[in-house]
């Protein structure tokens, strides 16, 4: 459960969306409070984060707040909640610069609106680098961000494959391991966005900036199954084929330890 010199052991959660574009389906509540299955997918995702040795996470809030506040009351002891008091006219990158006071020590990055296999924290973990970005294979989800390498490390990521200076290695899949030296980079590269604006994102915008002055490893999962919601088509396709395909491929490694 170690990853590198140092054990991870706390993990970070960017929770402060409007997800406008669910409008529909979450009736006054944030994405993580979607059901899947008989729990939300945020306690889906904390459960499996505490299943790979992490101990504390911190939530950083902004719509519908108070479904997270009421959360961490329920988990006292695991989860801590920070507010982005300015989530609406803000980016995912404001967001984290909002814990910069509540994080020590290396965490892992995550987002709110992620279902996935267990195995893709495990993966981070293991990698012996000190920053990295998990990369899927092709998943034809819509809205994908594909990443391009330059001596095995993170060199630039777009929407647009065309963008890039050749093949992508894989798809952004929105769970990072940041150590306390890039997380530094980060708030420096982000509090100079900001003078100008604060809509920055985190992957697209600091970590490709960041990842110009420090190796950002980018271990790949080609077969990993997983997915964000965004908008309906999303949810969707998360909720007729990747749930289900997570729930018995963890079935199965549970069947078989060490699979």
Not at 45 to 69: F, M, N, P, Q
Not at 130 to 144: K, V
Request: hydrophobic residues 40%; aromatic residues 6%.
């Amino acid at each position: 459960m170690s990853a590198g010199p140092q054990a991870v052991t706390t993990a970070v959660i960017l929770a402060a969306g409007r997800g406008t574009r669910l409008a529909g389906e979450l009736q006054d509540c944030p994405k993580g409070f979607l059901r899947l299955g008989t729990r939300t997918i945020i306690e889906e995702s904390i459960d499996r984060l505490v299943a790979v040795g992490i101990s504390d996470v911190v939530i950083v809030t902004g719509h519908c707040a108070g479904h997270y506040e009421e959360l961490a009351k329920r988990r006292a002891g695991l989860l801590r909640v920070v507010h982005n008091p300015r989530y609406a006219e803000s980016g995912s990158m404001y967001s984290l610069w909002c814990a910069r006071g509540q994080v020590q020590g290396p965490f892992l990055l995550l987002e709110s609106d992620l279902v996935y296999e267990p195995r893709a924290l495990q993966r981070l973990l293991d990698e012996p680098a000190a920053d990295a970005i998990l990369l899927s294979g092709p998943t034809g989800a819509g809205d994908e961000v594909y990443v391009e390498l330059r001596d095995g490390c993170l060199h630039n990521m777009s929407k647009q494959p065309a963008a890039l200076g050749g093949p992508p290695a894989g798809e952004l899949v929105g769970i990072s391991k940041v150590s306390a030296a890039l997380f530094r980079l980060m708030c420096a590269i982000a509090e100079r966005a900001f003078a100008t604006s604060l809509h920055f994102d985190y992957e697209t915008d600091c970590l490709v900036a960041a990842g110009r002055e420090r190796p950002i490893a980018c271990p790949v999962l080609a077969d990993l199954v997983w997915g964000e919601i965004d908008d309906p088509s999303h949810l969707a396709r998360v909720r007729q084929t990747v749930y289900p395909e997570v729930l018995r491929r963890t079935a199965a490694s549970v069947a078989v330890p060490g699979q």
